[in-house]
Nanobody, 119 residues
Framework: QVQLVESGGGLVQAGGSLRLSCAVS??????MGWFRQAPGKEREFVAT????????LYGDSVKGRFTISRDNAKNTVYLQMNNLKPEDTAVYYC??????????????WGQGTQVTVSS
């Protein structure tokens, strides 16, 4: 059974940093992605990484500020978020996909972790 568990969310001031983690069990060597959803808004793509860490893609709103990485030995994917802005406030989710790229189908999701950025 595939399980994804996010952690690392919290409250931070604008300009600060957080690192989210997503521990994956039951599946390895797949593309991983981070998404976020703010209240009243649609889910938004944040970043994705291929199984080998050779390729990454980012949403336009986070390019240059967020970095996705993974440690396959630990079955964990990370999202380093720097220079956070109030508009980054959302529930962040990790997910797995059999394919790397934009607009891919993600078949397993975590429960989400709240990130709140105060101004």
């Amino acid at each position: 059974q595939v399980q994804l568990v996010e952690s690392g969310g919290g409250l931070v001031q604008a300009g600060g940093s957080l690192r989210l983690s997503c521990a994956v069990s039951g599946r390895t060597l797949h593309a991983m992605g981070w998404f976020r959803q703010a209240p009243g808004k649609e889910r938004e793509f944040v970043a994705t990484i291929d199984w080998s860490s050779a390729y990454t893609l980012y949403g336009d709103s986070v390019k240059g500020r967020f970095t996705i990485s993974r440690d396959n030995a630990k079955n964990t994917v990370y999202l380093q978020m720097n220079n956070l802005k109030p508009e980054d406030t959302a529930v962040y989710y990790c997910a797995t996909s059999r394919q790397f790229g934009y607009n891919r189908k993600y078949d397993y999701w975590g429960q989400g972790t709240q990130v709140t950025v105060s101004s």
